[in-house]
């Protein structure tokens, strides 16, 4: 700020050190150097020194403030040029001419921030999320807690942490994705996803009735949740078009080389996923340990007999020999 002021300082000086000398010596070119230089003076302190001090140093987020500073660095230069253009040329076509290339050229410049902005008001007029969505954007995931007009900040999700649960970092993306890219939204309209959860059982276990358990065990727990999202979807029947879901758990069975693979699917709230599928595993678990006649399959190796081995003593062999 202090070689801000410094410049500031030179660009009041010569302008008025060039007013002293046009006074002295009167001439149409020392009159436009001081319509020129006493602009770039009220220029230069509008964009670098109260824009900056007024906005910039508000602005918290590293991406937001770059952004507006090379937004204001353009807005600048595009003010710079047609002052200088209104000043120093007096015929229209030639400005206008200047105009479109200076245009061009910042177009070009700034594409990046443009994209970003048309971004933004698309986010904003269509709806696609809202502060407090859970959303995948820009191969991130996280729940949104902030959408500004050129980026979007979410609280990171997933990463090294499993179960859909946040990380604790926040994650700066930009608004122009959405014009070319995919978003997914897990809490838009319908807040709520199909989990699936796999148990695998021996062959030699009952498996109906493991069946009947985990099913039932299931539903218990689920009940709930299915009983929201059935009345969700009735209203969303207006508005999209729906085939129609099974929204109740059910079980389906796969035969593998070493067990049964039981694969649960039930319905879930969004945020609640990691925690139901932990209180379906313990409940599932406490109830087939209370049966004999289940068991969980594992990798393990058992081990039920040993080849029989004949081992000849050092002497009978020297013996032989």
Do not use: C
Request: charged content about 20%; hydrophobic content about 45%; cysteine-free.
């Amino acid at each position: 700020m202090r070689n801000k002021t410094i410049i500031l300082s030179f660009l009041v000086i010569g302008s008025i050190l060039l007013a002293v000398l046009d006074f002295a010596y009167p001439d149409p070119l020392l009159e436009k150097a001081i319509y020129t230089l006493t602009a770039i003076s009220i220029i230069y302190f509008i964009f670098e020194i109260l824009l900056e001090g007024a906005i910039l140093k508000k602005v918290k987020v590293s991406n937001t403030r770059y952004s507006l500073k090379r937004t204001f660095s353009a807005l600048s230069l595009v003010t710079y040029a047609l002052t200088f253009l209104a000043i120093w040329i007096a015929e229209t076509q030639y400005i206008l001419l200047s105009l479109g290339l200076i245009g061009a050229a910042i177009a070009f410049a700034l594409q990046d921030i443009f994209k970003n902005f048309a971004g933004g008001i698309m986010i904003f007029l269509h709806g696609i999320y809202q502060v407090g969505d859970r959303i995948e954007f820009h191969q991130k995931f996280g729940d949104v807690i902030d959408i500004g007009i050129l980026y979007t900040i979410l609280m990171e999700t997933r990463e090294w942490v499993s179960g859909d649960q946040v990380t604790g970092r926040l994650t700066v993306v930009p608004n122009g994705g959405v014009l070319t890219g995919v978003v997914h939204n897990y809490t838009r309209d319908f807040n709520f996803i199909w989990d699936e959860l796999t148990i695998p059982i021996t062959y030699d276990s009952d498996w109906m009735l493991a069946k009947s358990l985990i099913l039932e065990i299931v539903k218990k727990e689920t009940d709930e949740a299915v009983k929201k999202a059935e009345t969700v979807l009735k209203g969303l029947e207006g508005e999209y078009y729906f085939t129609k879901r099974a929204i109740e758990p059910s079980v389906f069975l796969t035969l593998t080389d070493n067990w049964i693979s039981f694969g649960i699917r039930y319905v879930t709230e969004v945020t609640n996923r990691r925690i139901l599928h932990d209180k379906l595993s313990r409940a599932i678990l406490e109830e087939i340990g209370k049966s004999e006649k289940i068991t969980i399959a594992s990798t393990t190796i058992s081990i039920t007999s040993f080849p029989k081995l004949k081992l000849d003593s050092i002497e009978e062999k020297n013996n032989e020999g």
